[in-house]
């Protein structure tokens, strides 16, 4: 007998003309490192009285589809997850390499399909309707360069073969820390021990009563963009503008040898004033957990700018 394993794990994704509607086709196959994608129908315990002390039958509560896929940050398929963050982009260039501009503040998100399979039981799941709701990752000196995305999904369909088809492949190019830099006003920014970044939709699950116990959607409410820098002390420009309440802008890259690259500006960021410790005889280090707002300039939160050689998303 067949046992599922991760390292034959199949994931395919596709967006959708109708929410909650799976496309017939056009999907294509995607990195992943893991996912907690799936639905799930808790029970709930009887509360009745008059029938001794065993308890009645439990009865089955709403479904809940929802996870998160970890995924690499590389050139071509991260597209996909930000146009699932952000909305379509604006795609320039006549030939390759193409530029892909992402904007913050859209009123519409696209919805997916999602597929994995574990061909070896087999066990295809469908999950229909995915919105994204959060995005995150880091960045450090070493280790492996990943984004979580955390979905919100409509409905699950659970079949014996695939309803991908044969799905498109993307060339992998992953971007790793090493190709990463931070800048701050459009300068350098130096003595930076590690940094995150989360944008968040905050989806507005649209809970309706419906036989069959799902959604009937989910939107996008005021976003979010926050994070975290922790930094060696070695200066009070970071602190400066922490007191005086003055907005920055900050860019954090990446660069692959071969010209692609993933740049992600955040056109207003505040710091909160941070506690400087001195825990001992090592260096002292300051953290910390700026937010962002609209920039009244530009006209919104954050730009996502990815060159590839994909012509559109």
Not at 198 to 222: H, V
Not at 272 to 301: C, H, K, L, N, Y
Request: negative net charge; aromatic residues 8%.
């Amino acid at each position: 007998m067949a046992r599922a394993q991760g390292a034959r794990a199949l994931m395919a994704l596709a967006f959708e003309t109708t929410y909650g509607t799976p496309p017939a086709s056009g999907f294509t196959r995607m990195p992943f490192a893991s996912t907690s994608l799936g639905a799930e129908q808790p029970l709930l315990n009887s509360e009745l009285l008059g029938y001794g002390r065993d308890p009645l039958a439990p009865i089955k509560d709403a479904v809940t589809v929802d996870g998160d896929v970890v995924v690499p940050l590389d050139a071509e398929a991260f597209g996909f997850w930000l146009k699932a963050a952000f909305g379509t982009p604006t795609t320039t260039g006549a030939e390759a390499p193409y530029s892909h501009e992402f904007q913050s503040g859209s009123w519409t998100l696209p919805s997916m399909s999602i597929e994995t399979g574990m061909p070896e039981v087999p066990r295809y799941a469908m999950y229909s309707g995915c919105v994204l709701d959060q995005i995150t990752w880091q960045m450090q000196r070493s280790g492996l360069l990943t984004a979580t995305a955390r979905l919100v999904a409509q409905g699950e369909a659970v079949g014996a073969t695939t309803s991908a088809g044969t799905p498109a492949a993307l060339e992998l190019k992953r971007f790793g820390h090493f190709n990463g830099a931070i800048t701050r006003n459009g300068t350098a920014l130096g003595n930076v021990v590690s940094a995150e970044i989360t944008y968040a939709n905050n989806l507005d699950r649209i809970e309706t009563i419906r036989s069959d116990g799902r959604i009937d959607g989910a939107d996008p409410s005021i976003a979010a963009l926050t994070g975290r820098i922790e930094v060696r002390f070695a200066d009070q420009t970071l602190v400066t503008q922490a007191i005086n309440g003055e907005a920055c802008e900050m860019e954090f890259a990446y660069v692959l040898p071969s010209g692609e690259s993933f740049t992600f500006t955040v056109h207003a960021v505040y710091l909160p004033r941070p506690r400087i410790e001195i825990s001992g005889p090592q260096g002292v280090q300051a953290t910390f957990d700026w937010q962002a707002a609209r920039d009244s300039v530009v006209g919104r939160m954050c730009t996502a700018t990815l060159v590839n050689d994909v012509e559109t998303y």
